[in-house]
Each structure stands twice: as C-alpha cells, then as structure tokens.
C-alpha cells in the first residue's frame, strides 16, 4: 500500500522488500520522533486541510509533506520538491527516510482521494500518523 505501485518493475518480492523498509523505518526511533513531531504539527494546523496533487496551492495550503516542510521552516513553492514529488529532497529537509516520505504521499494522496475534502484528506492523514506512534517510545 504505497506509490511503490507506481514503480514499473514491480513484483512480490521487492514490495515485500519496501514493506519491511518502510515498518523499520516507522518503528525506527528517527521514525518514531518525526511522526510524534508530525502529529503536533497536523494539530497545530489553524484550518485541518490538506489538498492533494501538488505540496501547495500558492495560497497557505499544503499536502501533509508541504505542511511538515513549512512547520519546519522551509520555504514551499508551487511546483518546489517537484511538485511534491521529489521524495529524496523532502526526506532530506525533513531528517527521514525517502520510504517514509513516500509513504506519507501516499497517505495523503491516494488514501484521502476516498474522501470528498480536504477535511476528510487531514482526518485520514492524522489518523494513520496516530495509529504509528508508538508511546512507549
């Protein structure tokens, strides 16, 4: 369940391969610190939205990597991070894991397209972050 799908060479075996890179890294106590972090700042957020398809619209809107990367004090253009997908250059910025960051996309994008708003699209984002912490960390 991720934009490794998007991949042409996909197969059994090496989404069975990201899958384990991606519970590593979200089990992982980087991983760990940054959806505690993440989770702070999605509640921080004066108006709960998130758009999809681009990191933002120009106007103060963000997906959930643009929020993360504004909250932490980088600047986010319109089409900047390649639109948002520039995986590598926003884990970077942000001191995660690409598999990480393409799974908060993923999240964001194709998880919250079920829902009808950009409301829904933050309540879908919010709820996986809070069902990957781990408090005993």
């Known amino acids: 369940m991720s934009r490794f799908y998007d991949c042409g060479d996909y197969d059994n075996w090496s989404y069975i391969c990201f899958a384990g890179a991606l519970r590593k890294t979200i089990d992982g106590k980087r991983g760990q610190e940054f959806l505690k972090k993440f989770r702070d700042i999605l509640a921080a ?16 809107c963000f997906c959930a990597l643009g929020a993360a990367l504004h909250a932490n004090g980088v600047e986010v253009k319109e089409g900047g991070f390649g639109g948002g997908e520039d995986y590598h250059s926003i884990s970077t910025a942000l001191g995660i894991s690409p598999t990480l960051a393409t799974q908060i996309a993923f999240v964001n994008d194709e998880v919250g397209s079920y829902y009808s708003n950009d409301y829904e699209r933050f309540r879908a984002v919010e709820k ?9 960390q």
């Open 128 to 136: 996986w972050v809070n069902e990957n912490i781990k408090e005993d």
């Open 45 to 60: 957020m004066p108006e709960k939205k998130l758009i999809n398809g681009e990191i933002t619209n120009g106007r103060g």
